[in-house]
């Protein structure tokens, strides 16, 4: 298969549907079905495109000089082609969740579903895809910016609600402010290097001297674009606004798939595009956003009355964790990140991406009103449906990384990993504020199936929609049982 | 090093906003301390290129004009990929070609898409 196959499919088809549903000539219904379709071909074609043992380049730049490594714009290697299915799932699972949604009653102020909430989330998969793959500067600004605007539309989608428009707002001021920096950032090193291409200027830069000054202010500039996106504090201010006022599908893209398009950008610049000696640079700056988004992330969270903001708080300290993942750089003639760091951040996306994509598809159904979102609508769940219930449990007691289910194969990667760099102080924070996090998360668990339910009418869930559940917390138990798993996906 | 004197050009532009800066702040405080101060209807108008001035300078714009004017914007960036294409046009093989004529079939879509959506009529 040719390389860029996945990102040609998805656009081609957003582009088909876009006109077809213009034309009248399909339904929002069978736009979402024909999305769906889509998404499982770009899947099948990801999966049977070989991997190389090396990097390979579909594109190449004629101004490079011959011999060197620095030609491709694109490249296509076993981590572009994980994190290629991770966005192609997530992206199928969002759409799914948008037409259960769309199958509930809709309220006097809100937005029907319409085609173009199934097509946008195509072209961000597009984006997200491409993402995987950057190997350049300019790819990796352009594809981020593809996702990053589709989701200022999706994010502001129920116009006619406040707080959807306060999300907007918030999301398009501080989503402009970030690139701004990520755009000087790339400024900034690219002016000095000479080049966009992350080997170009891992060439330039990898000796055992310092940075130059400017290059390490490009850097930092380029990890504040990069934490914005990952919702890591001290950039975090945005989420739980955010998070409450999109729709819920798209709070489940923005909290899967936008967090994990932020870190496979920050592990693939860390790593190709700076060697071990930036490490001296964006080591102790990233410790401390770790640090900060764990402590913040998860004490925030336990005063949250909404299940969305409660998890948008999580999810900044879901950041930190991963964040502790990455800090595995620094070793002399080492590549900018461990293999043992690229593997954990992987795996912890992986966990996180089943657990968070799992209650976000309970929430959309029992929460299809912003009034029901508050975690007294979740009182005595178990009665009204004991499937979703489950589902909810299941996904919260991985979140918060307790053995038998998958989230807590994520957290042990992660806190080996601290170990491993000797980030003892940063271990400690994270102990507590994993402790921290059972609270709030067995506090949700704890309201499903010990409190009297405020209305006894039992939620109806669609068959397809059980059978998924059922799936998902199938994999949620099977992949905590057996982590050889995941040492198969990230192989 | 050059690192060194890279960084020195930014001295340059410095002193020259510097400069500027001051260029036009001084008269304004000399014209400010100086100046007799007589305000008037005439005066306090909107100042509309030394025409007598009509209505108001705060005119609500129709709603509608923004969708038109993103439209236009696409358009117009669309000129700034095409000209240097043009230009270069003689030395490039076909994959280029192909390239700028799927860019211009994506840009033909989102005309096609607007037009059947009703965004170009203004009523």
Known sequence: ?491 | METDAYIANYGTIALFIGVAVLFAVIPLMIAAIIAPRKPGRVKGDTYECGLESKGDAWVQFHAQYYHYALAFVIFDVEALFLFPWAVAFTNLGPGPFLAICAFVLILAESLVYLWLKGVLDIK
Not at chain 1, 385 to 397: F, R, W
Not at chain 1, 461 to 470: A, E, Y
């Open chain 1, 1 to 491: 298969m040719p390389y860029l196959a996945p990102e040609i499919i998805l656009t081609a088809l957003a582009i088909v549907l876009l006109l077809l549903e213009a034309y009248g000539a399909i339904s929002a219904r069978s736009v979402g079905i024909w999305s769906l379709v889509g998404i499982a071909v770009a899947i099948v074609v990801t999966l049977f495109t070989e991997v190389g043992a090396e990097p390979m380049y579909f594109w190449t730049d004629p101004n490079a000089a011959e011999g060197t490594a620095g030609k491709g714009l694109y490249m296509w290697d076993a981590t572009a082609r994980f994190y290629k299915l991770f966005f192609l799932g997530t992206t199928g699972l969002v759409i799914w969740m948008s037409m259960e949604s769309a199958a509930q009653p809709v309220g006097p102020k809100t937005q029907p579903i319409r085609a173009e909430f199934y097509i946008l989330p195509l072209f961000v998969a597009a984006g997200m895809c491409l993402l995987a793959s950057a190997a350049d500067f300019m790819v990796l600004f352009v594809s981020l910016e593809l996702v990053t605007i589709t989701f200022y539309i999706l994010v502001a989608y129920q116009r006619e609600s406040a707080t959807a428009l306060e999300a907007g707002v918030k999301y398009l001021i501080l989503g402009g402010l970030a690139t701004a920096f990520l755009v000087m950032g790339i400024a900034y090193v690219a002016g000095f290097a000479g080049t966009t291409s992350f080997a170009g200027i891992i060439a330039k830069y990898n000796t055992p001297d310092h940075l130059p000054v400017a290059v390490a202010l490009g850097l930092l500039m380029i990890l504040v674009g990069f934490g914005f996106k990952i919702a890591s504090v001290p950039f975090h201010l945005w989420a739980p606004d955010v998070y409450q006022g999109a729709p819920t599908p798209i709070t489940a893209f923005l909290s899967v798939g936008s967090k994990a398009a932020g870190f496979i950008v920050l592990v693939r610049v860390l790593n190709e595009a700076f060697g071990p000696t930036a490490y001296a640079t964006w080591g102790p700056a990233l410790t401390a956003i770790a640090g900060c988004s764990l402590v913040l992330g998860n004490f925030a969270a336990m005063h949250q009355r909404n299940i969305k903001r409660m998890l948008a708080y999580s999810g900044v300290g879901h950041s930190g964790f991963i964040l502790m993942a990455v800090l595995s750089g620094g070793v002399p003639d080492g590549p900018g990140i461990a293999q043992a760091g690229m593997t954990a951040v992987a795996v912890y996306l992986a966990t996180y991406f089943l657990a968070s994509l799992t209650a976000f598809l309970v929430i959309t159904i029992v929460s299809p009103t912003p009034e029901e979102e508050s975690i007294r609508s979740y009182n005595g769940l178990w009665q009204r449906s004991p499937l979703l219930a489950a589902a909810l449990a299941a996904s919260l007691i991985s979140l918060a990384g307790i053995p038998p289910f998958a989230g807590f194969v994520g957290k042990l990667g992660a806190f080996v990993v601290a170990l491993q760099f000797h980030h003892y102080g940063l271990f400690f924070i994270a102990a507590i504020s994993a402790v921290a996090g059972l609270y709030y998360y067995l506090g949700v668990v704890k309201a499903m199936f010990w409190s009297e339910p405020l209305e006894v009418t039992p939620i109806q869930v669609s068959v397809p929609t059980q059978v998924l559940l059922t799936i998902l917390i199938f994999l949620l138990i099977a992949t905590g049982l057996c982590m050889e798993v995941f040492a198969w996906l990230v192989r």
